[in-house]
């Protein structure tokens, strides 16, 4: 069953290389018998998009060429035959990117984040998207009534945060610290503000430290300013020892050594921010060993956290308001990209289709 489309082809910004993108006509995507097409109503652009865009691919998500984007929310236009009932034409929904296969090790030991064959979807900046049966099943969910379309697209990265937030475990007055307020690095401090914990922000504009107070930082060091956040941030702390749990999501080899240093015996490091290939970091390894610092690299989400998410999203804890910073057309996309190449302090354009 469909809505009427009165055309066989859509508009779609289509990746072709490095930095090069093109929106173009293509065809509207086919479907199999257990496949979903979406009407895109908004789509986000993000920090791994754009990672993706300078790079020209990424080895697990898109192969040029390709229509790129995965954060989004939309509209059901049609359904396959064996697409389950509870998907109707013209239910708002809000796809996630990827969904496991739940029956390898990985999946069969609750980590289905590591899934062998996660299934990744691409194809956010177009006017239609597929969604394979799949993540149909296992990761489209229903958008509540009073949730704006921009808002129930945050819930992909808002999952991954929320899945970093359970990994280091902070209880409600704990200090915690978070490295880096982009769009990740201030999710993280709402999220952890909002359970109760102090968070600590350190960024590198006088921007992201009023963004990173409205998000519910206790304190803020701006780089800039203070070259070195390490000894500042323990003075914060009870007897100076140190925060209780830090994110890091920044991904650099400096910014990995600050959240060691930052951390009290026996807390627990998220290395959130992946660092580029090929670099190396030194860390003092008798600091790891004689104060039990727990360091954990938090990847993706899983189906759990893409509920919590859109949960969290339909309680108010977290609104698009606080991130998007534009509203674009399809056709100004590889403009956007030209800009956010250097890092204007942009933190979430809305693209509508």
Known sequence: MRTAILSTHMSAAVLYGAED???EQVAIPTLADDEVLLEVKVALTCGTDLKVWKQGSHPRMIVPPAVFGHELAGVVTEV???VPDWVRVGMRVVPSNSAPCNSCFFCLRGRQNLCEDLLFNNGAYAQFMRIP?????ENMLEIP?????????LVEPLACVLRGVDE???LPGDTAVVVGCGPIGLMFIRMLAVRGIRVVAIGKRKSQMKAAKNMGAWATFDVNEHPNPVPLVRQLTECGRGADAVVEAVGSPLTWQWAVQMARRGATVNLFGGCP???EVRLDPAALHYSEITLKSTFHHTPRFIREALDAVARGEISATDFVTGQIALADLPRVFEHMKNRNGELKTAVIP
Do not use: N, P, Y
């Open 277 to 279: 290939q090929a670099c």
């Open 80 to 82: 396959g035959s064996d």
């Open 133 to 137: 049966g799949r993540i149909v099943r």
């Open 168 to 170: 280091v475990g902070a």
């Open 145 to 153: 009534s009073h949730v704006s379309f921009t808002d129930a697209a």
């Open 21 to 23: 993108l093109k929106v």
